[in-house]
Structures are given as structure tokens and as C-alpha cells.
């Protein structure tokens, strides 16, 4: 069997560092493992619409944006198809079909799905294109045969409620659909990387992202006003490492060889953490030494990212070739899905044979 993969971004803003570590690194990493046969990335602007039908511009303005960020992290066209999901008219279908697969209450349990109203604010007005994207998301995942689908772990209960849907449906209709895996960062601090405002969760809602095309001196800002522990208020004072932004972001993105250039007093980060916990060191100097390493990430994406500002032609067209790529996948998966359902009424020989039985 093909191994191949299928993840995506929703372009309601720019994508942060959450993004980065979370998944877009993996993705890059994987892309060049040459371990996949096919690696399909999408920019959701149907599921965006979900929550953004009365602001579409808002989402219209952000697929370049999507697909600056990708281009600058370092996805290739050569080895990744970008595609925008709304030009692929067979999701919509195959979403419609799956949405007989799943109850309501199925539904209410997404633990994705309820924090997610919660965050937004919905209540008993939640629109119903919103309360489904997990069906549409599992007919994002089907529709190219995706063998493996790299996500956070905010995500994982959307992709076992795509099993499901695959299951009921092999199950009912016969093994057309491919069983997909779920891929989490490697790094444990990349599960889930707490805004700047130490709060749980990177939003960009919650105005507490570091984005990847911000400039070095609004990193700076950001870091250094990161949170910290409130506790630790003198350089003497023992600081705790647990809820801690900083050191959580060092976890996500340090490297030992960074200390020899900005740190050199310590060798690596558990010493750092070490002299922290028992006092003596301050949180402008840990703070001084995160933008560091944030920009050692982030200089070379910047780079990346002014080259193909000047080429968004270019930009244009490796979108639309992605998107013919991925609608040719996604209308054989549906001819498939049609086949075994036997909704296919004029290419199917039998249906006229069966009627002419019957009246015979």
C-alpha cells in the first residue's frame, strides 16, 4: 500500500510557532524523509467558513498568506501538492454521504468540537457546518487515501472519529476506504505550545502568538514579555519550571550546540533549568537567550518567505497546479465511494438489468 499523507491549516490568520513545532517542521522533515509516496496539504478555507460565513474576506485574504507560510517554512512543490480545499468540489460530496454515517450525539462528544464552541462562544448557536467539520474533515482524509495524518494532540479525537466513519462505511458498503494513522510531534513540548500569556493553548484569537513572518524585533517584544513564574521575584529566589512559558518554549526549540554560541556558561539546557530551580538566576537572562534561539528558527523561514513575496504569481500557480493534482485524487476516491454505495445509476450496466428483471 501507498504511504501517504494528508494535514492542513485553516487560513484564518497567519500561522505561529504553535503551527511550527506542533506540526508544519514535522511535515517539512517527513517531505524530505523520501519515506512517503504522496504528501497532500491543505489549505481549509471551507472548514474556515464554518466560523467565518459572514467574513469571507477575511478568509480569502489569509490563502496566500497559508501558502507564504508554507513555502517560507520550507514545503516544496516538487514533493508536496498545496491545494485550497474549496476547489475540490468532490469533499463536499463525499461529506454529505458520511454525514449519514454519524449520530448527533456522536457529534456532541468530540472533545475537539466542544472546546471549540466553548472557545468561540456558540452555545445553543452553533452552525451546523461548524458542528460537522469532523465529517468533513474525515472526507478531507479519505478522499486522498491517506495512510498517515500528522496533528497535535488538540487534534486526535478528530481523527478517531474519521476511523470511525471509515469503519462504518467498509463495513457497510465494503473495504474502499483507507484506515488512516495519526502522526503526533515527536517532542512532547510540540503537543501543545502554551501562548506567550502562559495560557494553554497558542490562538490566534487570543492575540498570544509568536507568528512565523514577525519581525526579529517583534520577537524580542514577545519573549521578552513572556510569562514566567510569578513566584520568582528576585534573581535569588528558586523559580519553578512547571507552567513556565520561557522554559517550555526552550523545551520545543532548543539545541545543545546553541549554548556554545549564546550561553556558554552552561552546556546544555538541563543545567540551565538546574541553576534556575535553585536560585541565582534571573528570567531577563532566560528570556535574552530564548530570542536567540527563536530566531534561529525563524531567520532562515523570514528569508524564505521575502523571496516568495516577489513571486506570488508563482505562488498562484503552485496552488492551482496542487489543486488539479488533488481534485483528480479526490474524483477517483468518489467514483469509488459512488461504486460501492451503487449511486452509480448510468455507469453501472446493472441497474438497467435489474429493472428489466423485475418488469420482465
Known sequence: MAKIILTGDRPTGRLHLGHYVGSLKRRVELQNSG?????FIMIADAQALTDNAEHPEKVRQNIMEVALDYLSVGLDPAKSNLFIQSMIPQLTELTFYYANLVTVSRLQRNPTVKSEIQMRG??????VGFFTYPISQAA???AFNATTVPVGEDQAPMLEQCREIVHKFNTTYGEVLTMPDILLPDNEACMRLPGTDGKAKMSKSLGNCIYLSDSEEDVRKKVMSMFTDPDHLKVSDPGKLEGNTVFTYLDA???DEYFAEYLPEYANLDELKAHYQRGGLGDVKVKKFLNKVMNEHLAP????????????SDVRDILQTGTETAERTAAETLNNVRNAMKINYFTDPDWLKEAEEKYR
Open 122 to 127: 456558540f452555545n445553543a448557536s452553533i452552525p
Open 140 to 142: 478531507d482524509i479519505t
Open 301 to 312: 523561514i523570514r528569508e524564505r518567505r521575502h523571496y516568495w513575496e516577489s513571486r506570488l
Open 35 to 39: 519515506e512517503y509516496d504522496k504528501i
Open 253 to 255: 526549540c532548543c539545541l
